[in-house]
């Protein structure tokens, strides 16, 4: 069974930085693209992030790039997300999803619970 | 950025009413569309991917289709745990973008 599992969120300062951790199982981890994905009420389901099977590729919203980074230990079949310099427009629930490309269209066919991150003094 | 728009917003239905949301892409981009299904306090689930397939497990009352820029998501005959939100998402390239929802009530 597929599984994802993210933790790290947290309450942080404006201008303070969280690390979010997500665990995955029951798949073999490098054949697999990883992202992240954020929800916010007022802005719907915002994508984050993605690292390629390798981790030799990454892909970054606009609105992140600079700031945060993503990474994956195979070793530990865990992705990370990075995030510096936070401010109050990067409170969100952040979601860990495995990304599907077969039939050449990337989806994100696995997810995790989610993990709330709150920047605020 | 390739941009999602989605209509209605927010649809009220019935159980066993034929519910049609359509998404709508900023510029062509083949079949390569997803539609996934939220409920309040869950992660998004994945319904349809590549415009018209259904992913494992989904119900054979959800169906996808359409090309280019416009494609629907159809649920034909509602069932009560199908009230929820439902989102497109372009899988053509990156950046990944999603439609902004919509809210299917009673």
């Known amino acids: 069974e597929v599984q994802v599992l993210e933790s790290g969120g947290g309450l942080v300062e404006p201008g303070g930085s969280l690390r979010l951790s997500c665990v995955a199982s029951?798949?073999?981890?490098?054949?697999?693209?990883m992202s992240w994905v954020r929800q916010t009420p007022g802005k719907g389901l915002e994508w984050v992030a993605t690292i390629s099977g390798s981790g030799e590729k990454t892909y970054y919203a606009d609105s992140v790039k600079g700031r945060f980074t993503i990474s994956r230990d195979t070793s530990k079949n865990t992705v990370y997300l990075q995030m510096n310099s936070l401010t109050a427009e990067d409170t969100a629930i952040f979601y860990c999803a495995r990304i599907n490309s077969t039939s050449e269209v990337l989806r994100c066919d696995y997810w995790g619970q989610g993990t709330q991150v709150t920047v605020s003094s | 950025d390739i941009q999602l728009t989605q209509s209605p917003s927010f649809l009220s239905a019935s159980v066993g009413d034929r519910v049609t949301i359509t998404c709508r892409a900023s510029q062509g981009i083949n079949s390569h569309v997803a539609w996934y299904q939220q409920k309040p306090g869950k992660a998004p689930k994945l319904l349809v991917f590549?415009?018209?397939t259904l992913q494992s497990g989904v119900p054979s009352r959800f169906s996808g289709s359409g090309s280019g820029t416009e494609f629907t998501l159809t649920i034909s005959r509602l069932q009560s745990e199908d009230f929820a939100t439902y989102y497109c998402q372009q899988g053509e390239s990156y950046p990944l973008t999603f439609g902004p929802g919509t809210r299917v009530e009673i």
């Open positions: 029951g798949f073999i981890f490098p054949s697999y693209a």
């Open positions: 590549a415009a018209s």
